[in-house]
């Protein structure tokens, strides 16, 4: 899985941004919902579900073209934390309250009984599905990868698959 989920992030990302945002100033800066999240995941590491994580996040008030800076941080039941910030693109499907949702978020990660990553450096890329309701909450269901990105000899990864909720806070 291995940077999939970053190269998809950017390509779609960025196709969006030339298709809809260019005409008015590819990375201008827009408004958009202040929201904050809690998602629960199970983690995957070689293969194996390790057990859960519980992340809790914040999307800022502006977006620059398709992109809005997010920040989160993680903890594992076996205590590995990780932290990061970097930027979500979210488009809807079509009319309807069905989004699609893609993240990349560079940040640091301490081990505590968790797996050995390779560095304390760790990308953590994202891809979901998800649906908007009337009052402006939203559920979402993810899947993604964390890794050093092969800066370092050992980038094992570590994967999760979760569902988040989160809400506008304006």
Not at 39 to 54: H, I, K, P, Y
Not at 136 to 161: C, K, V, Y
Request: proline share 4%; charged share 15%; hydrophobic share 40%.
């Amino acid at each position: 899985m291995d940077g999939i989920l970053a190269i998809l992030f950017a390509v779609i990302g960025l196709t969006d941004m030339a298709l809809n945002d260019c005409p008015t100033g590819c990375l201008a800066q827009d408004s958009a919902d202040r929201r904050l999240y809690i998602q629960t995941a199970g983690v995957q590491f070689n293969g194996d579900w390790l057990g859960s994580e519980l992340v809790l996040g914040y999307d800022f008030d502006r977006s620059y073209g398709p992109f809005q800076p997010t920040m989160s941080v993680s903890t594992t039941h076996e205590g590995a934390v990780w932290a990061g910030v970097g930027a979500k693109w979210r488009v809807n499907a079509g009319s309807s309250d069905v989004f699609f949702e893609g993240s990349l978020q560079p940040g640091l990660y301490v081990r505590g009984d968790g797996p050995e990553l390779g560095s304390a450096v760790q990308f953590r890329s994202a891809l979901g599905m998800g649906y908007e309701f009337n009052n402006g909450g939203a559920i979402l269901m993810s899947f993604d990868h964390r890794s050093n990105g092969d800066f370092q000899p050992i980038n094992p990864g570590l994967e999760t698959l979760s569902i988040q909720y989160s809400f506008v806070l304006d």
